[in-house]
């Protein structure tokens, strides 16, 4: 008998669901889909035990006839295409055909489905891969999964799964990047019979961003929207100050599909390379629309992942879109002062009547002042004396608030009939209801017309601008790193390191555009010895180094000899230095790298050359530095993305000195 044998059809449709159901989130993916492909306007999913014990996945849908339920659940069956052509133009999510017979392979399912032109709908069971029922049933318009037990008939499956809380969190997860994907359709979420999430529908992308990621985050947002003839590219970035440790707040749809792609990743990261700090990532929801025939989705069964036909063309347009949003805006970030701590309240002594002692008793060493009342010794030791809290102490509290609480409700009672109608007394308390209510309104109005003062004062009025230098009086250095200026009304405080890296890095920049350097000769030259790949990542890139002020020359093998160096890197310039430049340059697109974003990354090294903190400048070298900053693209951040300046306004100080309230 031969060794080879093909497998039984149960065997391949658990094998094949391995592919496509990993966990309880992954049977929600596929069947939430299918009702976006479906044309559903809200989709309504819930679950328990993370999943893991139901799923149930209501949509309004367009539903399915009856002669077409048995066929859905066959393997490779689907109304999304017909023949290989189709691959090139795929418009919906599903298409491959394979997730409800793998769904069904590992659960027990049941589904009810009516379109709106059918009297009746139709109810459909099966289990393990095999049908249990199909019958007529009364249902709405739209289709309803419930999918229960999975991965019941595959033990070695289940028990790799994590808690139901964990599972339950990624379903939540999920549906954030679903309700995210299309603004026009509401997603309702239930976790255990709790509401976890319900969006609107609107069509408004924002509107789901700050349902699901609150207000701070909401008013952080930049508006993207750009397009060429091939790309068209929409959504919102977070300013810079919006920032994760992970990737998790980058997210990115292609045609409407959530996927996960380093070239986007890493084109949105170098535009913010400027304005972040290292390991740290930006806050990102950003729709691309791509032709069909330029992207390939059939890469992975659970379609999370795509190639690009033109992936250059893709990574450049992302970034100069981002980069250019970024540099529109003017990004100092405003420091708020958190709220000095309220002394604790000292209680005031009382007598046994409840009755507050006066000021005027005045004891001094046990003896009454002359003058004063005479009070006996008892009283004289309630004031020296704290008194004590023992549990009548806290009783008799507790039962003064209970009694002024009820006395408070009883005073509203009426007590007999003719208080029922008091037309004097009732309009009394109408005007001092309007009249409370207008002074009310006009706070209201006047904060808020602060707030937009403020607001316009910080983006309109700008400190970093020609017209701006008559008005700016710098005010001193504290820590020997950090400039006070004064500004209108604003305080701005200059991190002197941080700015002359930003002048230093767009000087360099400047002069690899216009061959304006001036180069610095070393003895003895730096010997650099690389790797095979690192020599020919170095020749490719040559003239680049070249531009700056290096003079490079071959060394015999693959080593090289640098004989000199840019003027403002000739304190720098080591061999680490040049073999961390070169490192840095070869990533996963260095092949087809722009010469911008080469220049910037070997601009980068005249960081290295900027003054330290901890070192005293003159006023008129902060004035200079100023001026500087003032020609500069992008004045608010060093290259490695912290903040060169902040500001705090005359208002906030005055709050925190109580000068206002």
Known sequence: MGKIQVLDQVTIDKIAAGEVVERPASVVKELVENAIDAKATAVEVEIQDGGISLIRIADNGGGMEQEDVRNAFLRHSTSKIRKVEDLAHISSLGFRGEALSSIAAVSQVEMITKTEESVCGTAYQISGGKEVSLEETGARDGTTFLVRQLFYNVPARRKFLKTPMTEASHVSDLMTRLALSRPDISFQFINNGQERMHTSGNGKLKDVIYHVYGREITANLIEVSRENGEIRITGFIGNPTVTRGNRNFETFFVNGRYIKSGILSKAVEDAYKDFTMQHKYPFIVLHLEILGEEIDVNVHPTKMELRFGHQQEVYQFLYETVSGALHGRDLIPRVEAPEAPKPPEIPKASDTTGTPKTANLSVQSGAVTPGAPEVSAGVENAVTTPEKRDLNYFMERMRDRVTSYHNQFASAEVKERGEIHKPSFNQERIREAVSYRTRTEQQEKLTAEQQKSEQLTLFDEKLLDEASVPDYKI????????????????????????????????????????????????????????????????????????????????????????????????????????????????????????????????????????????????????????????????????????????????????????RIV
């Open 475 to 658: 005010i001193g250095q504290v820590f020997d790193t950090y400039w006070i200026v004064q500004f209108h009304d604003s305080m701005y405080i200059i991190d002197q390191h941080a700015a002359h890296e930003r002048v230093l890095y767009e000087r360099t920049l400047k002069g690899m555009k216009t061959r304006d350097y001036t180069s610095q000769y070393i003895s003895p030259p730096i010997i650099l010895d690389l790797s095979m790949q690192e020599a020919e990542l170095f020749r490719r890139y040559l003239d680049r180094f070249t531009k700056i002020g290096f003079e490079i020359e071959p060394f015999g093998g693959d080593s090289f000899a640098v004989r000199a160096v840019p003027d403002n890197l000739f304190s720098v310039a080591k061999k680490e230095l040049l073999l961390e430049m070169i490192d840095s340059l070869s990533d996963e697109i260095s092949t087809n790298m722009t010469p911008e974003i080469l220049d910037e990354k070997i601009a980068s090294m005249s960081c290295k050359a900027a003054v330290k903190g901890n070192s005293r400048l003159s006023r008129k070298e902060v004035e200079e530095l100023l001026l500087e900053l003032l020609k500069l693209d992008n004045p608010y951040h060093c290259p490695h993305g912290r903040p060169t300046i902040i500001a705090m306004t005359k208002r906030e100080l005055e709050k925190k000195f109580k």
